[in-house]
C-alpha cells in the first residue's frame, strides 16, 4: 500500500505525530480500540529468504507496538489498544509486568493480543528450533495461566499507604506466586501494584482446531477471517457453542470479523478504486506474504496448483479461509497469493456509504458478529473516510455508538 499515491501522505509512519492523528481520528469514529498487529522478524520461508519482503515491504520494517501504545494512549481518552505480544521468547512474569504498566499508563485501555509465533523466521532470529502447534497452544496455556495469576496475585486492599504508620501496602494480602509447570517457573510477587482493568482485555486469533478451543476457555474478544456471510455464521455458531461448552457465557465473549471497506461517492468509483489498489500488488511480494504467514516456500511450487493441497505449519485459519474464498471452486496458490496480499481473505465491503453499512448490518445480523477488524489500505485516509462517512450511516440506522459507553477498553466492549 505504500505505493498508493494517498498512503500516508504529509505523514511519516515513523514519527509520533502519525500515530496520534491516528489514534484521534479512531477515538473521532468510537472504535473501540485500534489493532497493533506484529511479527517479531522479517518472513523469509519464500526462496529461503527475506530478499522479497525487504524488497517489497512486505510488513516490512515495523515499530515493536508496545513502544507505541503509550504515544496511542497519551493522544486519547477513550481509545483502546489491542497490542500484540508473542508469547515465544519472553518469560511470563516479564510480560505480566508489562502489560499491568500499560495498563496503569492508558487508565485502563489495553488489550493483549495472545499469539505464540508461527513463523519460522522468528524462531530462526532468537536462534530456537520452532515447536509444532500443539506444543505451541499448551505451551500459550500454561503462559497465559502464570500471568494470570500473577494479575490476580493482589487483593484489592493490599496498598494502605498510610504515611503515619510508615506502611505502604500489606504483604499478606499480595501472594507470593509459585508456579512449576511443564514450560515455565516462577517464584515471585507480581511487582505492578493492580491496574484499572487488574488485567488486559485478552484477545485471541485462533482460528485451528487447538486454536478455537483455547480462545474459548480464554479470550474475552476473538477475531477472525472469515470470507462469506456463510463461514462467518458458521465460525460464530461453532466458537460460541466452545464458549458455552467451556462454561463461560457466550454474551460476553465478542466475535470481531476482518474485513476490507472501500468507500466512495459512488459503487462505480468504490470499485475502480479497489481495481486500482489490487494493481499495485507485485506477485512475488504476494507470494513471499503467503509463503510467510504460512510457512511454505511457495516458490518451490506450481502456482496453479490448488491450495488445500498444501500442508502447512503457520496460520492454519489464514489457509482455511483461504481455501473457503473459493465458495466451493478450487482455490490455486497463485489466486491465494493475489486474494491474501490484496485482503487477507476477509470479505471486502466496496461501495457508497450506503452499499457499506447494508453490507455490515448483513454480517451483524445474519454472520453472528459483534464488530469488525478493518483492514488498512491507504492510511490514515481509509480510516478517516470510514469515520466520516460509513459511521454517521451506521448512527443514523441505530446500528453504531454515539457515545462512549464506559471508562476502560473492557466496559466499552462489553457495554456494547
Ligand atoms: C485476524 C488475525 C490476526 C492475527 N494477527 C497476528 C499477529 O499480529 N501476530 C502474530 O504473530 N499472529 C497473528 N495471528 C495468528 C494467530 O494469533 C495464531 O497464532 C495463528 O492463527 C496460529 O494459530 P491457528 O493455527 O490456530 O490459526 C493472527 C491471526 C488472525 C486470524
Not at 485500534?34 to 520494517?61: C, H, I, K, W
Not at 501496602?169 to 505492578?192: N, Y
Not at 463461514?231 to 470481531?256: F, H, N, Q
Request: aromatic share 10%; with cysteine.
Amino acid at each position: 500500500m505504500w505505493r498508493h499515491p494517498l498512503d500516508k501522505v504529509g505523514w511519516d509512519y515513523a514519527a509520533p505525530p502519525y500515530w496520534e492523528h491516528l489514534a484521534r481520528t479512531l477515538e473521532r469514529g468510537l472504535f473501540d480500540a485500534v489493532f497493533l498487529a506484529d511479527e517479531l522478524a522479517p518472513y523469509n520461508s519464500f526462496e529461503g529468504s527475506s530478499d522479497a519482503t525487504m524488497r517489497y515491504a512486505v510488513q516490512a520494517p515495523t515499530h515493536e507496538p508496545g513502544a507505541l501504545t503509550p504515544i496511542i494512549t497519551g493522544a486519547t481518552e477513550h481509545l483502546g489498544v489491542g497490542i500484540t505480544l508473542s508469547t515465544a521468547f519472553e518469560h511470563p512474569y516479564s510480560m505480566a509486568r508489562r502489560l499491568s504498566t500499560f495498563d496503569h499508563l492508558s487508565g485502563g485501555r489495553v488489550a493483549w493480543n495472545i499469539v505464540g509465533s508461527y513463523s519460522p523466521s522468528e524462531f530462526a532470529a532468537y536462534g530456537q528450533e520452532m515447536p509444532d502447534r500443539s506444543v505451541r497452544y499448551e505451551r500459550i496455556a500454561e503462559y497465559v495461566d502464570l500471568c494470570s495469576q500473577l494479575w490476580d496475585s493482589w487483593q484489592p486492599d493490599a496498598i494502605a499507604a498510610d504515611r503515619a504508620s510508615g506502611i505502604y501496602a500489606h504483604p499478606e494480602k499480595i501472594r507470593e506466586v509459585v508456579f512449576e509447570g511443564k514450560h515455565f517457573r516462577c517464584r515471585g510477587r507480581h511487582f505492578v501494584a493492580p491496574s484499572p482493568q487488574g488485567r488486559p482485555v485478552l484477545w485471541q486469533a485462533g482460528a485451528s482446531e487447538q486454536g478455537r478451543d483455547f480462545a474459548a476457555r480464554t479470550a474475552e474478544a476473538i477475531f477472525a477471517i472469515q470470507p462469506t456471510v456463510a463461514t462467518m455464521r458458521a465460525y460464530s455458531d461453532d466458537i460460541r457453542d466452545r464458549v458455552a461448552g467451556a462454561g463461560r457465557d457466550p454474551e460476553t465473549v465478542k466475535l470481531y470479523y476482518g474485513a476490507q471497506v472501500i468507500v466512495a461517492d459512488t459503487d462505480a468509483q468504490a470499485r475502480e478504486e479497489a481495481d486500482y489498489l489490487r494493481a499495485l500488488l507485485r506477485p512475488e511480494a504476494s507470494l513471499a506474504m503467503l509463503s510467510g504467514q504460512l510457512g511454505v516456500d511457495f516458490s518451490t511450487f506450481d502456482p496453479d496448483l490448488p491450495l488445500t493441497d498444501v500442508p502447512v505449519p503457520g496460520i492454519q485459519g489464514v489457509k482455511d479461509a483461504l481455501v473457503a474464498s473459493g465458495a466451493g471452486d478450487a482455490v490455486t496458490i497463485a489466486e491465494a497469493a493475489d486474494t491474501y496480499a490484496f485482503r487477507f481473505a476477509m470479505p471486502q465491503v466496496i461501495g457508497t456509504s450506503a452499499t457499506v453499512a447494508d453490507q455490515i448490518e448483513t454480517f451483524l445480523d445474519d454472520g453472528g458478529a459483534d464488530g469488525f477488524m478493518l483492514l488498512a489500505t491507504y492510511t490514515p485516509g481509509c480510516f478517516e473516510e470510514f469515520v466520516d462517512q460509513v459511521v454517521p450511516e451506521l448512527q443514523r440506522r441505530g446500528r453504531y455508538r454515539s457515545r462512549y459507553p464506559g471508562e476502560t477498553l473492557r466496559q466499552n466492549i462489553l457495554a456494547d
